[in-house]
Structures are given as C-alpha cells and as structure tokens.
C-alpha cells in the first residue's frame, strides 16, 4: 500500500468513526471541555452501556478520545485541541449551528465544589481556574509525558511570590502535573508544585482550611494581593 492509499484508509476510518450518531452524539457533549464516564456518555448518546463502552474503544482506537484514570474512576475527554479544532470545523461545513452539548451537572455539594483540598493541593473550581490563569500567564508549559514544567518566568513570579522552586525540585514525587478534578472534571494543578502552591496560599492568607473537612475558602486578600491568579 503507497503513501497515498494509506492515507485514504486512514481518513476513510476516521470519518467512519464520527459519521456513526451515537459516536457524533457523544464527541459533541466533549466539546465543553469537561471529561465524563462511560456511563455519562451512555445516557448522551442513548445507547446501553455495552454498547457506549464498543463506542468509546472504537473512538479512543481513532485517537479521537483518551482516557483518563483517576482512582477507581475512568473518565473520557477528546484527544487534543486538533480533534476539537477538527470537529469544530465539520460542524462549519455541515452547515448547522452547533448543537448544544449535554450541561455538565456535578452533584458535588456546593461548598466542597467551590473550592477544596485534594490530598495536598487545591481543587475545585478555584483550582480549576488557578490552572488555567497559570498556563495563561505563561507560567506553565505542558510536556509530551504529561507533566508540566514551569517556563523561566513561572519560576522567576514563583520565587517571587514565596515558593522555594529549587526545594520542589528535589521532592522525592513528581514536579507538576494535571489532576481531574472530579467535580469540574477539568484538570488542576498536582504534584510537588501543587502542595508548595496550597501551602504558600494558607501562608499568605490567600485561603483558609476548615478544621473539620477538606473545604477551602478563598479571601479578600487573595483577590487583592493575586488578582491575575484568585479573581
């Protein structure tokens, strides 16, 4: 088989795997950019479970979807910005205003979604929005093992701000990473750089930690001293 047929094939597959409804159905609920379980996808797509889980090995086979393993929990999300970007662009073509996708509705109380600890570093959605502010400060870069690294003005702003980057270095775990948040089932910030970052908030009095629980509560001073990262 030549270079060219081969690429025939491999686009004849792909547009296979997303012609098929119950496939489009669930790759549309994706584009929110929110990862869901198998059996969320299921009732999106309307189908049993059995055959949501030949669907979603059909879609991950394709590289159009990854899964993402958190505990006891798999969670499914699009593969990359390129899928998105690819679906996005079939919707143009399809000539139909794009459907609506699922609403993501947690059932995590209210207080632990807002914000919360995990394990040692901040989830919820002000964890949530703490990693996405940092990518988009620039102070954050992904890398292909799916870690993060911290660019040169990251950690000039880190140590800046009280975080002793050289000492996270040298932690015996992994530097920074993405963590699903399981309410937003979006990535935070874990790892190493995550825990020294919760430790500097309560610090600096940016949040305060329930006695009793894994709620956090962001302050005034947060959104005054931090606005690019807390407001």
């Known amino acids: 088989m030549d270079d060219s047929t081969a690429s025939d094939f491999q686009l004849a597959r792909l547009a296979g795997a997303i012609a098929e409804p119950a496939r489009a159905r669930m790759l549309n609920c994706l584009m929110d950019g929110h990862a869901r379980t198998a059996t969320e996808l299921a009732t999106v797509a309307e189908v049993a479970a059995s055959t949501a889980s030949a669907h979603l090995a059909r879609l991950k086979d394709e590289r159009l979807v990854e899964v993402l393993v958190q505990g006891k929990h798999r969670y499914f999300r699009l593969a990359s910005d390129d899928v998105a970007a690819a679906l996005e662009s079939l919707m143009v073509v399809?000539?139909?205003?794009?459907?609506?996708?699922?609403?993501?509705?947690?059932?995590?109380?209210?207080?632990?979604?807002?914000?919360?600890?995990?394990?040692?570093?901040?989830?919820?959605?002000?964890?949530?929005?703490?990693?996405?502010?940092?990518?988009?400060?620039?102070?954050?870069?992904?890398?292909?093992?799916?870690?993060?690294?911290?660019?040169?003005?990251?950690?000039?702003?880190?140590?800046?701000?009280?975080?002793?980057?050289?000492?996270?270095?040298?932690?015996?775990?992994?530097?920074?990473?993405?963590?699903?948040?399981?309410?937003?089932?979006?990535?935070?910030?874990?790892?190493?750089?995550?825990?020294?970052?919760?430790?500097?908030s309560l610090r600096r009095g940016w949040v305060r930690q329930e006695l009793d629980g894994r709620a956090l509560t962001l302050t005034p001073k947060a959104q005054r001293e931090m606005p690019e990262l807390f407001a």
């Open 94 to 200: 399809a000539g139909a205003p794009r459907p609506a996708a699922a609403a993501f509705q947690p059932n995590t109380p209210s207080r632990l979604r807002s914000a919360r600890t995990c394990y040692d570093h901040m989830a919820g959605t002000a964890g949530v929005a703490l990693h996405d502010r940092l990518h988009a400060q620039g102070w954050l870069s992904g890398l292909a093992s799916g870690s993060y690294e911290l660019t040169p003005d990251g950690a000039i702003a880190l140590e800046s701000l009280g975080v002793e980057v050289d000492t996270v270095r040298r932690s015996r775990r992994r530097f920074a990473c993405a963590c699903l948040d399981w309410s937003e089932r979006r990535p935070h910030l874990g790892g190493a750089l995550g825990a020294a970052w919760l430790q500097l």
